[in-house]
Structures are given as structure tokens and as C-alpha cells.
T-cell receptor, first 116, second 115 residues
């Protein structure tokens, strides 16, 4: 079945340093989503990328979708302590009928720690 | 709007007991899903639904049942609890027919311990 792999599993940075997490899928994705989960909280939707090569920015966060639509990245510039948490990518899964938008498969997540 | 409401927030079960985790959403979303989250394992899909009356299995369905009799509700039933089902359970919903496909909204979770 479809697998979504995320690296690294952990990242420790000093406040002000940049951070990047990478997401790779074993199959072509129709779209990819990114979520953030604060410690003790629930995942919160950040963004959805749909087009090949798409780049979107949210303040210090930059999201990219690869040309082949099999990989994606999230880059945070000048991290702050408020960026602490786990970042997940997720893509629609597949069933016997093909892509199932209701079947969202998550990567294992990257746990970001920011030291002040 | 309340979003996605999960109850209870915490539960302790004895091995072999059954229970139902409740999930309700008031956003008129078509898609609803149940995930479990264990340390180092990310979010694993248990069951999902793409509309009332339609459910399907995710990655880890064994030991769990679901039904979707209404658009709003998607309860998760543990048939005979086992210690391996100790986890945090999240319900999530997405997709409004008029608004299109966007990200999932998650409930605040149910922390389940099976002893």
C-alpha cells in the first residue's frame, strides 16, 4: 500500500536557526497536506499543495511540492520557541477504486525542539 | 461552531471490556476518520467514512468497529479491549460539498488506557 515517509524523525535547533522536514511518497500524490501538533495537543491543518512544483508561504514557513508530486518539504526560517511541536505531512490514500480522498495517510512526523 | 467533539477525554478499561468512543461534527463534512497515535508511530488510520452509510478500513482496523448512520456522528467501538489498544485516539473530519476539499479538522482526542 501507499507509504508516506518523513525525515528526520527528530530535529533539535537553537532559536533563530532554520529547520526543514522532508516527506516522500511511494506513489504519486494528487495533493499533500501539512499539519502541526503541539505537545499534548491535536493535529492542526496548515496547508494543502495541489500543483506540481507548487511553492506556498505562510510567514516564516515555506512549503514545496515536488515536480513529480511524490515529495514535499516544509522549511521554517529563523525558528522561534512557538514553532515547537511535531510536523506531519499527509496524502490521500488509495483503495480498490483508485485515489480515496477520504483516506488520509500520515507520515511519522518530525519532532522539532527549539532551544532558546 | 463546535468543530469536532470527542468524548470521553480520558478512559480506563479492563482487558475484555467494550466501549464506544463518540465523535460528532457540526461542519456538515462528508469525510470522517479515526486515528490512533502511539509514540514514534505517527497517526495510523483505523477506519474512515466518505459519507453517511459508507465506511471502510484503514491501516489498523482489527478490534474496532464503526458505523455512520448520520453525517454528524461517527462512533468507534472497541469490541474487547486489549492492552495493545492503549493509545490516544483522534477523530477528524473534512470536505464540505460546496466548500471543496481542504484539510482535516481534528477533535481534542481520547486518551485510552487498557489494564
Amino acid at each position: 500500500g501507499q507509504q508516506v515517509m518523513q525525515i528526520p524523525q527528530y530535529q533539535h535547533v537553537q532559536e533563530g536557526e532554520d529547520f526543514t522536514t522532508y516527506c516522500n511518497s511511494s506513489t504519486t500524490l494528487s495533493n499533500i497536506q501539512w499539519y502541526k501538533q503541539r505537545p499534548g495537543g491535536h493535529p492542526v491543518f496548515l496547508i494543502q499543495l495541489v500543483k506540481s512544483g507548487e511553492v506556498k508561504k505562510q510567514k516564516r514557513l515555506t512549503f514545496q511540492f515536488g515536480e513529480a508530486k511524490k515529495n514535499s518539504s516544509l522549511h521554517i526560517t529563523a525558528t522561534q520557541t512557538t514553532d515547537v511541536g511535531t510536523y506531519f505531512c499527509a496524502g490521500p490514500g488509495r483503495n480498490a477504486g483508485g485515489t480515496s480522498y477520504g483516506k488520509l495517510t500520515f507520515g511519522q512526523g518530525t519532532i522539532l525542539t527549539v532551544h532558546p | 461552531n463546535a468543530g469536532v467533539t470527542q468524548t470521553p477525554k480520558f478512559q480506563v478499561l479492563k482487558t475484555g471490556q467494550s466501549m464506544t468512543l463518540q465523535c460528532a461534527q457540526d461542519m456538515n463534512h462528508e469525510y470522517m476518520s479515526w486515528y490512533r497515535q502511539d509514540p514514534g508511530m505517527g497517526l495510523r488510520l483505523i477506519h474512515y467514512s466518505v459519507g453517511a452509510g459508507i465506511t471502510d478500513q484503514g491501516e489498523v482496523p482489527n478490534g474496532y468497529n464503526v458505523s455512520r448512520s448520520t453525517t454528524e456522528d461517527f462512533p468507534l467501538r472497541l469490541l474487547s479491549a486489549a492492552p495493545s489498544q492503549t493509545s490516544v485516539y483522534f477523530c477528524a473530519s473534512s470536505y464540505h460539498k460546496q466548500q471543496g476539499r481542504y484539510g482535516y479538522t481534528f477533535g481534542s482526542g481520547t486518551r485510552l488506557t487498557v489494564v
